[in-house]
Nanobody, 126 residues
Framework: QVQLVESGGGLVQAGGSLSVSCAAS????????MAWFRQAPGKEREFVGG????????YYADSVKGRFTISRDNAKNTVYLQMNSLKPEDTAVYSC???????????????????WGQGTQVTVSL
């Protein structure tokens, strides 16, 4: 059974940094695409960024480009989201997701992803 478990969320002041991680288990993740999404209260879930596990290529939403970085540790089956220069509008529940139908295409739509984590809260205060 595939499981994605996020950790590392919390409260941080604007301008600060925070890292969240997603531990994956239950199958091989060497040929999948992993992504991070976020959902703020009253808003739709939105794509943050993604990585293809095999080659490590990344793609980011414009709203986080240059501030957020996604990386993965193959040995630990873990994907990380490093968030710098955080803004109050980054406040949301952050979830990781896995698309097992592709090893290269990083989709921005939620329907492309087969497995989801439970999410972790990130709150950025003024």
């Amino acid at each position: 059974q595939v499981q994605l478990v996020e950790s590392g969320g919390g409260l941080v002041q604007a301008g600060g940094s925070l890292s969240v991680s997603c531990a994956a288990s239950g199958r091989s993740f060497s040929n999948v695409v992993m992504a991070w999404f976020r959902q703020a209260p009253g808003k739709e879930r939105e794509f943050v960024g993604g990585v293809n596990w095999l080659g490590g290529r990344t793609y980011y939403a414009d709203s986080v480009k240059g501030r957020f970085t996604i990386s993965r540790d193959n040995a630990k089956n873990t994907v990380y989201l490093q968030m710098n220069s955080l803004k109050p509008e980054d406040t949301a529940v952050y979830s990781c997701a896995a698309d097992i139908d592709t090893s290269t295409l990083i989709s921005t739509g939620i329907d492309a992803y087969d497995y989801w984590g439970q999410g972790t809260q990130v709150t950025v205060s003024l």
